[in-house]
């Protein structure tokens, strides 16, 4: 089972991430929800795809292995919806326009996934290799297509508006590298599966990127003591104006 190694790690990489992430708490905004989801999808697709492996390598029926190829193909695009949607929240849109949009992929999305489960999967195993085609799997292939430049645009747009900020564009320059990483492993061996790690690697990357939560933990909370301060130091300015007035 030499093609395990890499899912292997992807699905560490995964569940370090949702301790990492989890077992602290969080400041709830768009981005870090976005987020959560997207590596709670990935443990679930990283864990799918071992287990995809190992039945397939066990010698599992072939139409059982196509329907964890369907659900595979769903979470991978579910997890590049998720991408696009986190990828538009940093632009800032208009609410209306940014809520237009999300509806949009949203049904686009849901529309994939209902032709997945409806199409029929090819699923091929030579020895160690295991591969996939088929109506399903074109589909999913085209919602990749589609939302993979959108991300990759909305991201270069998001660092020239920020001032050249290249910070939230490094994932998808380490995800489009490690794609073409990818494709070059598979050509020269093809029993190795490199979409797990993949996606596990850009979300390590994408955890150093997004908006530190502990820090931003940390200034809310010198805010709130602070406007403590200043209440406090307003209401003993009143009291002793209060009594002075007495006083006199």
Known sequence: MNGIWLPGAALIIAVFLDILYFSKKNVKNEE?????????FNTAYSFLGILGYVYAMLGGDLYILGVMQSFYLVMMDIMIFYMLIY????IKLDDK???KLNLLFLIFTLIVVFF????????IVKGETIDVGGPAYY???IEVVLYVPLILIT???????DNFKLKKLIPNIVL????IFGLLLRKYYPEVITETFVFSFYFLVMYHTIENPDIKMINELILQRKLIVLRVTFCLLCHMRLEHHLMQ
């Open 87 to 90: 990828s538009l929240e940093l």
């Open 139 to 141: 589909v999913a292939m």
């Open 155 to 161: 991201c270069i747009y998001y660092a020239f508006k």
């Open 32 to 40: 870090t929800k976005l987020y959560s989801r997207l590596i709670i």
């Open 176 to 179: 489009l590298l490690m794609f």
């Open 116 to 123: 997945i489960f409806l199409l029929p999967i090819n699923t």
């Open 97 to 99: 326009l940014f809520k």
